[in-house]
């Protein structure tokens, strides 16, 4: 099976920040994994992301790294930047094409 649990074994193994992301799976859909992921001992933090989250759990490893490295924090605040910029220019466009109905 898909081992929901190995984050939880290394968080209880490590002073380091863990991150779990829990997959989707063809039982429950991921259910199963996320609830494996976030219910830790008090003591044993996972920081746990959406189920087939991994693009934000590196984002989330990224600021932490960032916490330490300015150049970093600046590049997370440019590409937040240009993701927001790409929705709002999405948006007037189907704002656009909906004013043809």
């Known amino acids: 099976?898909?081992?929901?649990?190995l984050a939880g074994v290394l968080a209880a193994h490590t002073t380091l920040p863990v991150i779990g992301v829990?997959?989707?799976?063809?039982?429950?859909e991921g259910t199963?994994?996320?609830l494996a992921t976030v219910m830790m001992p008090s003591g044993i933090p996972v920081a746990?992301?959406?189920?087939?989250?991994?693009k934000n759990a590196a984002?989330?490893?990224a600021e932490i790294i960032a916490l330490g490295?300015?150049?970093l924090s600046e590049k997370i605040k440019a590409d937040r930047?240009?993701?927001s910029e790409a929705?709002?220019?999405?948006?007037?466009?189907l704002a656009e094409r909906l004013k043809e109905f």
Do not use: F, N, R
């Open 1 to 5: 099976g898909m081992p929901a649990a």
């Open 22 to 28: 829990p997959l989707k799976s063809a039982v429950l």
């Open 32 to 34: 199963d994994a996320l």
């Open 48 to 54: 746990t992301v959406a189920i087939d989250g991994s």
């Open 59 to 61: 984002y989330l490893a």
């Open 69 to 71: 490295d300015p150049e």
């Open 81 to 83: 930047k240009a993701q």
């Open 87 to 93: 929705v709002l220019k999405k948006d007037a466009s």
